[in-house]
């Protein structure tokens, strides 16, 4: 189910990503991507724990907390 998960979440970021950049601008709020991508990288990382790969799986959730981060200051910037 996991590995699923990491096939189908990172062809919707490079969907969304090449529709935006080659067609037609994408109106989404780039919180939206960047959840994706934090999802992404999060299930990455799981994925990566799974397999006993602790330095990789850990740079993945890191990452992924970084994007969270990020994502809640700029909301809470953008509500005061």
């Known amino acids: ?18 529709y935006h950049f080659l067609i037609n601008p994408v109106d989404w709020p780039i919180e939206v991507l960047f959840s994706l991508v934090a999802l ?6 799981l994925e990566e724990l799974r397999e006993r ?3 990789r799986g850990g ?5 992924s907390l970084v994007l969270v981060t990020g994502m809640v200051v700029d ?3 953008e509500t005061m």
């Open 40 to 45: 992404m990288f999060f299930f990455l990382g």
């Open 75 to 77: 909301l809470v910037r």
């Open 1 to 18: 189910m996991l590995r699923k998960v990491n096939i189908v979440l990172p062809a919707i970021v490079l969907g969304l990503g090449l």
């Open 53 to 55: 790969k602790k330095l």
């Open 59 to 63: 740079v993945y959730i890191f990452t």
